[in-house]
C-alpha cells in the first residue's frame, strides 16, 4: 500500500464505512459537509471503552471525507503507537508522517500551501499542501492535499484542530477506562481467590457457578449485558463467607443452630463487603438472595416466588448443582440420577421450574462446563460492568 515507510502504520478504510472514501470533486458529499454534522458524526461514536485506534481511524477518516482531502493521518507522540491513516498519497508512509509531524516543533499548526513549501518540508514529491495540527501532547493530525480550488485555510484548520482535540480527548479516557478496568479485574480476582484460600475445598466453586449460571440464562434467552452482571454475581455470590469462622465453615459435623445461622449470615456479609464498590451494586440482589427458596423458607428474607429476584433463582440452582456434583470432605458427589431426583422433588418448592427446565435442556452444557478451567469470560464482563452508569 505504501511506496514508503517504516515502523507501523494502519489503514483506517475498514473501520469506518460510514464515511467511504473522500470525494475529490468537493460537492455536498464530499468537502462541504458542515462543521455540526462532523462534530456529530464523531461524538456520537466517542466510546470510552473502545481503544483509541478504533476512535482514529473514525475520526480521520471522517475528517477527510469532509475535507475532500488525500490523506489525513493521526501520528501518536509515543513512537510506539501506530500512525493511522486514512487514504494513500505515492510516498508518504509512517516515516515520512511522522517527518511531518515533527516539523511541528512547539507550534500548534504548521501549513505549507503550496508544493515549494512542502518540498522545504522535506515532504513527498506527491504531497502539494499539507497542515499539521497539535493535539495536546497526545499527537499531531495531518491533512494532506485537501481539495483542489479551496483555500487551504480557517475552515480546514478549525475542522483538524476540532477533531485533534476529539482524538486527544478519547485518548486520555480511554487510557483511563483501561487503568479502572485493570483494578476492577484486580479486585475481583483477588475477591474470588481470597474465597478460595479461605476454604481449599471448594476452590473453583464460584467460578463454576457462574459459568453455569451464565449458561442458564442464556437458556432462558438472557441479552449479554445481563449474562455478564449474572456471571460477576456468580464470582461474588460467597464472598461473605471470608467473614465466618474457620471451625463453623469447615466443620465435618453437623452444625449446631447457631452455627447454621452463622454461616447464613454470609449473605449479608457478602453484601456488607462489596456493597461500597459502586461499578458492582447491581449484582448485590444476586449475593444477597442466593439462598433464599421459592416456598419462602430460605434466608435471608424469606422471599417467595417471583419476589425472588430473578438472578438470585438462577444462581440458586447453579449453586446448588454445583455442589451435588462435588466431592465434600463428608460425602462423596452425587449422581446424575440421584441430582436429578433432587431437582424434580425442589422444582416449584426450592428453585424456580423454569430455571430447572433450563438446566435440563442444557445439562450437557453445564457437565463440561464444570469440567473446564478459568477462562477469560472475567475481562468481557468488567468491561460491561465498568460501562454501566
Ligand atoms: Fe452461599
Keep these: 500500500m505504501y511506496a514508503e515507510g517504516s515502523g507501523r502504520a494502519r489503514q483506517a478504510f475498514c473501520e469506518e464505512r460510514e464515511a467511504g472514501p473522500a470525494d475529490r470533486s468537493g460537492d455536498a458529499a464530499g468537502g462541504d459537509e458542515g462543521e455540526h454534522v462532523v462534530i456529530g458524526r464523531l461524538t456520537r461514536r466517542m466510546k470510552i471503552s473502545d481503544p483509541p485506534g478504533r ?8 475528517l477527510r471525507a469532509s475535507l475532500a482531502a488525500e490523506v489525513v493521518a493521526w501520528v501518536p507522540v509515543e513512537d510506539h503507537e501506530d500512525v493511522v491513516v486514512s487514504g494513500e498519497v505515492v510516498g508518504l508512509g509512517s516515516k515520512a508522517l511522522r517527518l511531518l509531524a515533527s ?7 504548521r501549513m505549507a500551501d503550496n508544493p515549494e513549501s512542502a518540498r522545504a518540508a522535506h515532504a513527498p514529491e506527491a504531497v502539494r499542501r499539507f497542515a499539521v495540527v497539535a493535539a495536546g501532547t497526545a499527537g499531531a493530525l495531518i491533512v494532506v492535499n485537501p481539495a483542489e480550488g479551496r483555500p487551504f485555510g480557517s475552515l480546514e484548520i478549525e475542522r483538524t484542530q476540532y477533531v485533534a482535540s476529539l482524538i486527544a480527548t ?11 478496568k485493570d483494578l476492577l479485574f484486580g479486585i475481583i480476582r483477588a475477591l474470588t481467590a481470597a474465597i478460595d484460600a479461605k476454604d481449599p475445598y471448594t476452590s473453583g466453586h464460584s467460578e463454576r457457578v457462574a459459568r453455569i449460571a451464565v449458561r442458564l440464562a442464556e437458556e432462558l434467552g438472557w441479552p449479554p449485558q445481563k449474562r455478564s452482571d449474572l ?9 461473605g463467607k471470608i467473614g465466618i469462622d474457620d471451625e463453623v465453615l469447615k466443620k465435618h459435623g453437623p452444625l449446631s443452630p447457631q452455627e447454621y445461622r452463622r454461616i447464613q449470615q454470609h449473605v449479608e456479609i457478602g453484601v456488607t463487603i462489596l456493597q461500597d464498590l459502586k461499578k458492582l451494586r447491581h449484582i448485590l440482589p444476586g449475593v444477597r438472595h442466593h439462598h433464599e427458596s421459592l416456598d ?4 435471608p428474607d424469606h422471599l417467595e416466588g417471583d419476589e425472588i429476584p430473578i438472578e438470585a433463582r438462577i444462581l440458586a440452582v447453579a449453586d446448588s448443582f454445583d455442589a451435588m456434583s462435588s466431592n465434600r470432605p463428608y460425602r462423596k458427589r452425587l449422581s446424575p440420577m440421584q441430582i436429578d431426583e433432587i431437582l424434580e422433588k425442589g422444582r416449584g418448592v426450592q428453585w424456580d421450574p423454569a430455571v430447572i427446565d433450563a438446566l435440563k435442556a442444557c445439562r450437557m452444557d453445564v ?9 477469560e469470560s472475567l475481562i468481557g464482563a468488567v468491561d460491561l460492568a ?3 452508569r
Excluded: C, M, W
Design 55 to 62: 476512535f482514529q481511524a473514525l475520526a480521520t477518516n471522517v
Design 103 to 109: 516539523a511541528l516543533g512547539r507550534d500548534p499548526v
Design 170 to 180: 478519547q485518548s486520555h479516557n480511554a487510557r483511563v477506562y483501561a487503568d479502572l
Design 231 to 239: 456471571y460477576l454475581a456468580g464470582l461474588l455470590h460467597d464472598i
Design 296 to 299: 419462602g423458607t430460605g434466608y
Design 367 to 375: 457437565e463440561a462446563i464444570r469440567q473446564k478451567g478459568l477462562g
Design 386 to 388: 465498568i460501562g454501566r
